[in-house]
């Protein structure tokens, strides 16, 4: 890149016109742009050692929709931030992107000042991130009771056991652990997998139902370890904490209240990603 780009951006769109359009008009405003027409391509080039800033995908392609090019990203160990692009404008499409991984959902509708002010946020999220590790001195592991993180390579260990967070996943771990017993509000959650200042759609606490997706994921991945695990605890209504994880089966009773809230979601959010 330049040192006048802004950053470098992966779009990947089966439709010609959209993409040769939309990567002008990023270029315009600064942006390094590499385009694909499938999502093949766009994992070899990742495959390869390519990488970029922020990938702009599209859902619906041919062969390989948008949802399983994320997931494959996902299981290569490909963090770079995502941002669906799409004609779907129903809610379902939007909560299982987000559920899979994707930071923002975008309707191909909405004007290209939207989007940019979209990337915008998402990178100024990840600059800051980066700011705040350098700031936080040499340590390279957290450990609090079972859990292990290691900052350095973002990968999380109970009972000395991997656990399979995604980025995403990690850094909420890392945000809730490095404030043990302490009430985290689904607010700064969800600011931390999107950036500050982001409006959540469907109302003022619209942003809940994606926050709890993140968390039962987060629980069910720490579960397939330990069965008893029960650190993540609720404070209904208001977030999560990080604490002790006593009382087993019990604290788990008083999770599924709160997974409860989500279970109409969870099941949209399945029903549109088998689609």
């Not at 004609?87 to 191909?108: H, M, N, R």
């Not at 999107?194 to 629980?219: C, D, E, L, Q, T």
Request: proline share 3%.
């Amino acid at each position: 890149m330049t040192e006048t780009t802004i950053a470098r951006v992966a779009l990947v769109d089966d439709d010609d016109l959209f993409r040769e359009s939309l990567s002008l008009n990023l270029g315009d405003e600064g942006y390094e742009v590499i385009t694909f027409d499938r999502g093949e391509p766009a994992l070899d080039f990742f495959a390869a050692g390519g990488s970029v800033d922020v990938v702009l995908l599209d859902w619906r392609m041919p062969k390989m929709d948008g949802i399983d090019v994320l997931r494959q990203m996902r299981a290569r160990g490909i963090d770079a931030p995502v941002i669906f692009l799409t004609v779907l404008s129903d809610q379902i499409y939007e909560e299982a992107a987000l559920a899979g991984g994707a930071l923002d959902f975008v309707e191909k509708s909405r004007s290209l000042s939207i989007l940019l002010k979209r990337m915008r946020l998402i990178l100024d999220g990840i600059k800051g991130g980066a700011e705040e590790a350098e700031g936080a001195g040499p340590q390279t592991v957290h450990t609090l009771g079972e859990l292990e993180l290691r900052l350095d390579n973002s990968r999380a260990f109970w009972m000395g056991k991997r656990i399979d967070l995604t980025l995403t996943e990690f850094n909420i771990v890392k945000l809730m652990s490095t404030r043990p017993e302490e009430d985290v509000s689904y607010r700064e959650i969800y600011d931390l997998v999107h950036g500050k200042g982001f409006m959540a759609g469907y109302g003022p606490s619209g942003y809940r139902a994606n926050v709890r997706a993140f968390i039962k994921r987060i629980r069910q991945k720490f579960r397939a370890v330990d069965a008893g695990f029960g650190c993540i605890e609720n404070y209904p209504g208001f977030g999560y904490r990080w604490g002790k994880g006593e009382g087993g089966a019990a604290q788990m009773r008083d999770d599924s209240r709160d997974d409860d809230a989500a279970t109409a979601e969870d099941a949209l959010i399945d029903g549109a990603a088998a689609d």
